[in-house]
């Protein structure tokens, strides 16, 4: 093995080191990137690629969240590494809908927040996201409901009542993101919400809010006084 292999294994050694000690809150984000690709390309020095995505993304969540095949554009990442980051997204992501499963979720507000930015905050399409719940606001399931363009998903009110009817769901929470990183609802937002929120008082179904998700925070319908 040459020096710089040599080089190359004490480094992601010592980045090991600063973790296991309880240096985490020194890393950048680009050393966590780089060690994550280190794992799944043990050979190659992946600092100058994890440099490069954080640049192209801006941020790591940003990173993280870039779809598939935005990342296969970025190059010298292959698709292991693109697994490899996604399966990290997805574990943060489960882990934080963890932290609202089982628990009423008007009383654990902070965290559905938390949830549903890390879900969709940064993705690149419209995801059209339900959250059901049963009659103490508990959470049951929270199922992508549409996954649509740059700038709109296709939501059908009858298949958000069928699901709810089909979970025994006596209440839902509506999330949606925007694209441009602007939360701020918009017209067709208001009069789908107040679509569902109509179906849902016919059925038993109580709709509590609708989050709009951007990049730049959050925006409640319900807050506005928009439903």
């Known amino acids: 093995m040459s020096g710089e292999g040599h080089d190359g294994v004490g480094h992601r050694a010592r980045l090991r ?68 980051l996604k399966f990290v997204q997805l574990a943060a992501v489960r882990a934080l809908r ?18 549903l930015h890390a879900d969709m905050a940064h993705a690149g399409v419209e995801r059209f996201r339900v959250l059901f719940l049963d009659s103490k606001n508990v959470l049951i399931r ?41 939360p701020k609802p918009s017209r067709d937002d208001i009069e789908l919400t107040a679509q569902i929120a109509a179906a849902g008082r016919l059925l038993g179904v109580t709709v509590h809010d609708h989050i709009v998700v951007g990049r730049r925070g959050h925006a409640s319908l319900k807050a506005m006084g928009l439903m």
Request: aromatic share 6%; hydrophobic share 40%.
């Open 17 to 84: 080191r600063r973790l296991l000690e309880g240096g985490g809150d020194g890393f950048h984000d680009y050393e966590l990137v780089e060690y994550l690709l280190a794992l799944v390309t043990p050979r190659r020095d992946t600092k100058p690629l994890a440099k490069r995505l954080i640049a192209e993304f801006g941020t790591l969540s940003a990173t993280l969240a870039a779809a598939p095949a935005e990342l296969m554009r970025v190059d010298g990442l292959g698709e292991t590494g693109v697994a490899a």
């Open 98 to 115: 963890d932290d609202v499963v089982g628990r009423p979720v008007l009383s654990s507000w902070q965290a559905v927040l938390d949830y």
């Open 142 to 182: 929270s199922e992508l409901m549409s996954q649509g363009t740059v700038d709109q998903t296709p939501v059908y009110v009858r298949e958000v009542m069928k699901r709810a009817l089909e979970l025994g769901s006596t209440a839902i929470l509506l999330a949606h993101n925007h694209p441009s990183g602007d």
